[in-house]
């Protein structure tokens, strides 16, 4: 940062000074997003150290031909942690998606996470819901992502065509019902033999994940999948 940009920053700061979004308190000029202290009390799942048999990636076994699957902290409903996620998708903070998938994906890179994945899918919304929020967050994660390992973001390759009703209070197989065939493709690009890394923000059954994988796999050959999300929900 040149001296002059400092300086901007801490003028930008004096006059409008930025939020941790999980306690409130003011950010020092190297945070973003999150403070050190909630940064260091964050519940990390810490699956990036074991991307093939953890909790997450069980919720695969057996429905997508599933790799790896990380996510960066246990998400629960109503807890200090979950305002990030609210930050995100309703309170139109589209940076704070980006953010924190800088800093998924700096942690996960330690682990070699990213080794041998192809592409970026950020699960889409449908039309309607993306024009009222004005953007998809797991598409800001995805950008976070790219940034740091420059993983290429293929986000035409499947659409959202339907979207029933909201899934919070629905069980696993609730969810599948819920999600199956909502999902569509859309624009002919070569996913052949690819190694897709699939976005969401926060994965709880896994079911909307499985539905557009198993869409892109129904016309992709050998197809392989990897799982990553801000939150993981513990059942």
Known sequence: MSVITEYIVRF?????????????????????????????????????????ENDMAKLFWGQIKIEKAAALFFY?????????????????????????????????????????????????LTKKRQRIRGYNQSMEIARGINEITKIEITAKAVTR?????????????????????????????????KHILLIDDVVTTGSTIISCAKKIAEQYKNVKFSVMSLGFAKN
Request: aromatic share 8%.
């Open 12 to 52: 930008i700061n004096l006059i409008a000074p930025k939020q941790c979004v999980v306690c409130g308190n003011r950010l020092a000029i190297s945070e973003d997003v999150i403070c050190s202290r909630c940064n260091l009390h964050m519940p990390r799942t810490f699956f990036s150290k074991k991307p093939y």
């Open 76 to 124: 629960e409903p109503h807890s200090e942690m979950s305002r990030i996620i609210l930050s995100l998708k309703y309170l139109d903070h589209p940076e704070t998606g980006e953010l924190m998938g800088r800093m998924l994906a700096e942690e996960a890179k330690k682990e070699g996470f990213f080794d041998d994945i192809d592409l970026i899918i950020p699960i889409p």
């Open 161 to 193: 065509k339907s979207f029933k009703c909201s899934q919070t209070k629905m069980n696993r197989w609730q969810r599948q019902d819920n999600v199956k065939d909502v999902f569509a493709l859309v624009k002919r690009v070569n996913l052949d033999n």
